[in-house]
């Protein structure tokens, strides 16, 4: 169905008529000028990201469920890096007019499954066309105690730097998906060279049934992806890390600063230690790299580090305890604990595995270079 046959108002009704509210602070959700929300006893949260087709994300490789899965996870990960609760979100969607209704239902299925897995209300927000693409606006808003929000710049020396899950990951699922989708280019282009040719020559119809037969295979064209799943889940359906509040909760760890890793390790490391005042020395060997990174890492003729220090989109959470709570660090699954935190003159360092120090440099993505 296209769009045009609901128009805006008729698409945002298709699409959230059914929505039931998970939380007490939500009064009154989509339907009205603005959404109702009452805090009366903790501090609000707001987060906001703009993905943009060809920048953020290709249609070429990624699902739509996925994309609206994803466009909510790196939302609600923002919460999460504060230490805080998410609450409600609002999505506004540009749409150009090569998407369908059942586009958008697939879009929406990924966006409100990520929100019922932490309980996050869809409130509100906007659709408008567009003539370039879809464009993505996603703003989370949560909630914590005024004495539990954790900031960037609360680092201080002898801090211990510890990180979630496995580094590097995100980034090889894209480098493969990229590697397949230009062989998938390369394929068409060489037979749209062939059909130009047997054109020139003249020899087009005695060859247009086995051009047929190439494009037909192009058309069912599926890269073998066996032994590399790990890596596509990460770069195509993000998971925020909420799981990893709730163990430091449990364990009572408050962090003294913390990030969520979005554009890389050493980039979101350098902000922390910017806005602490402080330097930091992390461990090469300490770096959590899962096995099918370091063999994809190896294929591409990459070096892991570099990949684990500045590949981003892991959205694992980076963060700094009392040096005092090691023990407590060491306990917890899936936390590793990469350095620590020194004076702001050492500067930011990394050790390698053979005990060489080098100037850690933020060199992950930078938006707007």
């Not at 894209?174 to 230009?182: G, S, V």
């Not at 899962?290 to 694992?316: F, I, K, R, S």
């Not at 917890?332 to 500067?347: P, W």
């Amino acid at each position: 169905m296209e769009i045009a046959q609901l128009g805006e108002f008729g698409l945002i009704r298709h699409l959230t008529e059914d929505l039931k509210a998970q939380n007490e602070s939500t009064r009154y959700g989509v339907g009205d000028d603005c959404a109702v929300l009452h805090y009366p006893d903790s501090e609000v949260l707001v987060t906001t990201d703009l993905l943009m087709e060809g920048v953020h994300f290709d249609l070429t490789y990624t699902d739509l469920r996925n994309l609206g899965y994803k466009s909510a996870m790196v939302n609600i990960s923002d919460i999460f890096a504060m230490n805080g609760t998410p609450r409600q979100l609002t999505v506004s969607l540009a749409i150009s007019k090569r998407f369908t209704v059942e586009d958008m239902e697939q879009f929406y299925s990924g966006l409100r499954a990520a929100c019922e897995k932490w309980g996050v209300d869809i409130v509100g927000g906007d659709t408008t066309s567009s003539y370039t693409g879809l464009a993505i606006s996603i703003t989370c808003i949560g909630e914590a105690a005024k004495d539990d929000i954790v900031y960037r710049n609360g680092a201080k020396e002898t801090d211990l730097v510890c990180v979630s899950g496995d580094l590097g990951a995100a980034y090889m699922g894209l480098q493969l998906l990229e590697r397949e989708k230009a062989v998938y280019y390369g394929q068409i282009d060489d037979l749209n060279k062939q059909i130009e040719a047997a054109k020139r020559d003249g020899t087009y119809e005695a060859k247009s049934s086995n051009f047929k037969l190439q494009s037909s295979k192009l058309k069912d064209f599926q890269p073998d992806f066996a032994g590399k799943e790990y890596l596509l889940q990460r770069q195509l359906k993000t998971e925020a890390r909420g799981d990893i509040i709730a163990r430091l909760r449990e364990a009572g760890i408050r962090p003294t600063a913390m990030m969520d890793i979005s554009d890389g390790l050493s980039s979101e490391l350098m902000h922390i230690c910017t806005q602490s005042g402080v330097g930091c020395r992390i461990f090469e060997k300490n770096l959590p790299i899962d096995y099918q990174t370091a063999v994809m890492a190896e294929e591409l003729n990459m070096n892991v580090t570099t990949c684990a220090l500045n590949g981003g989109e892991d959205y694992e959470l980076l963060f700094t305890v009392p040096i005092g709570d090691h023990e407590k660090i060491e306990a917890l699954d899936d936390v590793r604990l990469i350095g620590h935190i020194t004076k702001a003159s050492l500067g930011n360092v990394l050790v390698s595995r053979d005990g060489q120090e080098f100037e850690l440099k933020a060199q992950g993505w930078q938006h707007l270079k």
